[in-house]
């Protein structure tokens, strides 16, 4: 007979916000910058926890703020279900240490606290596929651009296909055992799926989402602000 595998198991986000932004040029570490009075990490948090897709949180913080209460760092609603870890110098060295503090997960939701306006219904598709029993899961949108490679003088050296390329988002999803097992070995990937792909593993795309983008430089922060503003005019108007 057929083992049917249990996967009702317990899903921990992981949310590295140990960067410092250089890119975003602010004084304090990027997801501690405001849009309308709250933090990328708080508005990250909240969406991540309120999707009920989560059962709790890791949040990995620059490790000078490792030590504060969640409290202190997130709204009162959801503090009782965040750990705060210190993170490292680089995105996956803080990935790595949110895993290490993610004891009992079944799933692990790894989650930028840059894509600040993720709705949380992106959270939810990326669980379902987990739970269905893909082992990892990946959100994507549709590239716009033509997209060139070009070699170290800036010469074109070709023009993929655009129909084959995405480009990727978080929250990515994964069987917890499976995350671990990839970061055993560390390497160059710019994302927690690519570590998976060098395993063999297959990694099961799903619908991105445009509010779902990274704010890395200070244009960014002016459409998240914009958009901020408008959904809580939205709110009060209702
Ligand atoms: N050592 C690091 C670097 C990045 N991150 C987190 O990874 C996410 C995506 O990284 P990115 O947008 O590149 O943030 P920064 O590294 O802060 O940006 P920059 O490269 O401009 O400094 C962010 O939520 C960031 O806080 C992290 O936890 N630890
Ligand atoms: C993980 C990621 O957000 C997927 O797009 C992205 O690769 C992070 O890259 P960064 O250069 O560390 O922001």
């Excluded at 890395?216 to 602000?225: E, G, I, N």
């Amino acid at each position: 007979m057929q083992q049917v595998h249990d996967r009702s198991g317990p899903v921990v986000g992981i949310i590295p916000a140990a960067g410092r932004g250089v890119r975003l040029g602010e004084s304090l570490p990027k997801a501690f910058v405001e849009l309308g009075g709250r933090t990328m990490l708080d508005l990250a948090v909240e969406s991540m926890l309120g999707s009920g897709a989560v059962d709790r949180v890791v949040v990995v913080a620059p490790p000078e703020l490792a030590a504060t209460p969640p409290a202190e760092l997130v709204s009162e609603k959801y503090a009782d279900r965040v750990v705060v870890t210190a993170g490292g110098a680089e995105r996956a060295d803080s990935v790595r240490a949110g895993l290490r503090a993610a004891s009992g997960a079944q799933f692990v939701l790894v989650h930028d606290a840059a894509r600040a306006l993720t709705p949380p219904e992106l959270f939810t598709r990326v669980a379902d596929e987990l739970r269905a029993g893909r082992r990892a899961v990946i959100p994507v949108l549709p590239v716009t651009d033509t997209i060139k490679s070009v070699d170290s003088g800036g010469v074109v050296t070709g023009t993929p296909d655009r129909a084959t390329l995405r480009a990727v988002q978080t929250p990515q999803g994964f069987d917890a055992d499976l995350l671990d097992r990839a970061n055993r070995d560390t390497g160059d990937a710019t994302d927690d799926a690519g570590l998976v792909e060098r395993l063999g593993e297959s990694v099961q795309t799903v619908a991105g989402d445009p509010l779902a983008f990274k704010i890395t430089t200070p244009l960014d922060l002016v459409l998240a602000r914009a958009l901020f503003a408008a959904a809580d005019r939205t709110e009060e108007g209702n």
